[in-house]
């Protein structure tokens, strides 16, 4: 079955540094998601992505977020100026038109 | 009012019995929803959607209450295997992608 795919697993940054988090969709998938959930907390929606470009976003993804599809096959998330309550696990998702998200296995990151 | 609210349980459940959850929203323009589960630290899976009729996937049955804006998931037969947190989650109304989760519903089943 196919799957998303995220890399790296885990994530540990310095306070203040960018970091890039990656993920594969599902190869005939169009939409893609990105959600965070702080440890203990519930799952949290970030971000949608459809035809190269942002759908709709939250009050969370502030100008400190931004996503990008660099290839074909890449759907990437980039932190800036990361903070310590940046610290959580981050999952990609992807679909197809109005069905059902699928999620990778996510990136756990930890700022230090 | 929280958007999407759930017992937190957890809910301890003797191997075969069958267990019920239930879940409220507070937007009635909501329309879609679906339960996923999530095992400890790893990423949530999709369950089963949710459709107005009711449906039905092997011991899994969900059930979708739009004047009472409840969903539930009945589990029956229940296996360790089952033993997850179990996700409500509905999709912002007049979006098609945001989906708003709920804290989740914690169940252990001992044998």
């Known amino acids: 079955e196919p799957e998303v795919t995220q890399t790296p697993s885990h994530q540990v940054t310095q306070m203040g540094q960018e970091v890039i988090l990656r993920c594969v969709p599902i190869?005939?998938?169009?939409?893609f998601y990105w959600y965070r959930q702080i440890l203990g907390q519930k799952v949290e929606f970030l971000v949608s992505?459809?035809?190269?470009?942002?759908?709709?976003k939250s009050e969370i993804f502030d100008d400190q977020f931004s996503v990008e599809r660099p290839d074909g096959s890449n759907f990437t998330l980039k932190i800036r100026s990361t903070k310590l309550e940046d610290s959580a696990m981050y999952f990609c998702?992807?679909?197809?038109?109005?069905?059902?998200?699928?999620f990778g296995d996510g990136t756990r990151l930890s700022i230090l | 009012r929280k958007e999407v609210e759930q017992d937190p349980g957890p809910f301890n459940v003797p191997e075969g019995a069958t267990v019920a959850f239930n879940c409220t929203y507070s937007?009635?323009?909501?329309?879609?929803f679906f339960w996923y589960r999530q095992d400890c630290r790893k990423e949530p899976k999709l369950l089963m959607s949710?459709?107005?009729?009711?449906n039905e996937d092997g011991r899994f049955t969900a059930q979708l209450n739009r004047a009472s804006q409840y969903i539930s998931l009945l589990i029956r037969d229940s296996k360790l295997s089952d033993s997850a947190t179990y996700l409500c989650?509905?999709?912002?109304?007049?979006?098609?992608?945001?989906?708003?989760w709920g804290a989740g519903t914690k169940l252990i089943i001992k044998p």
């Open positions: 190869s005939n998938h169009l939409y």
């Open positions: 949710v459709y107005s009729s009711g």
């Open positions: 992505f459809y035809n190269n470009e942002i759908s709709e």
């Open positions: 937007n009635s323009a909501s329309q879609s």
């Open positions: 989650v509905v999709t912002r109304p007049g979006s098609n992608y945001q989906l708003i």
């Open positions: 998702a992807s679909s197809p038109p109005l069905q059902p998200q699928h």
